[in-house]
């Protein structure tokens, strides 16, 4: 025959181990529990700093296309300014160049006069006064 006690005692252990194995169980369910939730947490907290990171971004998007725009406008002004300079100067130029030609002719004109009147005054000195 089988005796009852130890198969009482058998079963009691094994009722005690499933006991400890579920409370093991438990714990570790707990744990885990407890780890996801943290993982949640910090998942939330991440997509929270994401959504800052976005928001920032599309706020510096803007101001970079503002600058962008006034870069362009400012370019485009001063390069209109540089052209009107530009030619201005150039008319300027023009303006001098005649100028110049005008006061080199002027001279010429001037120099040639004058030798033109040496050349009369050492004739009339050195050869109308032996005739």
Known sequence: MVDTANFEQLISQ????????????????????????????????????????QIDLTRLEGKINENSLKIDSNYDRLSDQIEATNKNLETNLSG?????????????SILIGLIVALVGSFFKIFYLDKI
């Open 14 to 53: 094994m009722n005690n181990n499933i006991v400890h194995l579920k409370d093991d169980v438990t714990k570790e369910l707990k744990k885990v529990s407890d780890e996801v939730s943290q993982v949640k947490e910090e998942v939330s907290q991440i997509k929270e700093n994401v959504n800052q990171i």
């Open 96 to 108: 001098l160049d005649k100028r110049v030609s005008n006061l080199e002719i002027v001279n010429r």
